[in-house]
């Protein structure tokens, strides 16, 4: 196993860096694109909106920092070109390399949407000394607009973005490692119960997060949150089977709540809306209504329905899936992380293949 230094005098396992001569593959769909009838250009478009929204979701799910991570870096590349910022980070001291494996830190949170890895479970941490990278936040155009707000994020997540504690060196629950999909006092007895709460009352947990509070009195309380838009615990128009409330289960009180992640939500249901007004078909357009209840309300069973249309969407030029999918990363593996993906039939490929 190779080491690594990262400043003066800290030594690093490699596993929890990422080399500078890591690939990067760009996606390029533009002739595909180019060939899309304009109605199918804007659903795509509208789709893909909806999944970068959603997308933003995994930052939340993953740790308490990435997203004052994903913040911090998104405002250091949007107030200047990549060679001025360079240029100051050559004035603070980095050497290219360094600056280098900054740029691969940062491609690596896009691509992991947070700072541990989406295989593998384990946290990579930026491949620099930890004052570098402060001097340069400190000398960025993005700290002189803004000084209060960049100080802020990097209080919120400069150092957990460099800690390597033993808890924090891979995904996993209580002091086995760190997650978002519960609060940091939960442990496997808490994930075990809940799940039997659960069950019990015939609840998915695909699109929830679980916090627990204890009272001065010993009292504890778990929140179960939904994902959805709205934030009101009362039935939704149309709504059936809503279950938010507060219960009483095994000497402990569950409240189940909603509203978790509401404004992405909002942001994805508003996109799926504008991408319903050019669906190919009529099936396409309810499994789009069923998603953006499911998404409204935190309901899974409407997300189920979506996807039975989903199904019957046989052959489309534009191909999509979008929700709470894959339980990978959820310490306890219930809780899914979200997803979503567009693509599309390149016309011209096809006609040769046909």
Known sequence: RRFDFVGRDKMVDSQYLLPNDIGISLLDCKDAFQLLSKEEKLYAHYISRAS???GLVVLLQTSPESPAIYV????????QPLPQLQERATAVGMTCEEYQAFLVYAAGVYSNMGNYKSFGDTKFVPNLPQEKLKGL???S????????????????C???MFSLEDRQKQLGLGDKGITAYFSGNCDLKDAELAQKFLDFKGISAYNTRLFKTVSDEGKTVYEVRLASVIKDDSPFKGESGNQCGVYEFEGVTFKVTRGDYSPLMKKVVENLEKAKD??????VEKMLLHYNR????GSIDAHKEGSTHWIRDEGPIVESYIGF????????????EFEGFVAVVNKDMSAKFT
């Open 52 to 54: 970068w929204y959603g």
């Open 278 to 283: 050019h669906a190919s078909t009529p099936n």
């Open 325 to 336: 999918i894959e339980s990978y990363r959820d310490p306890y593996g219930s809780r899914g």
């Open 158 to 160: 400069g150092d957990l």
């Open 141 to 156: 155009k993005a700290f002189e607009k803004n000084p209060d707000e960049m100080e802020r994020l990097w209080q919120v």
């Open 72 to 79: 911090l870096l998104q405002k250091l590349f949007r107030a």
């Open 137 to 139: 936040v400190w000398q």
């Open 294 to 297: 499911s998404f409204t309300t």
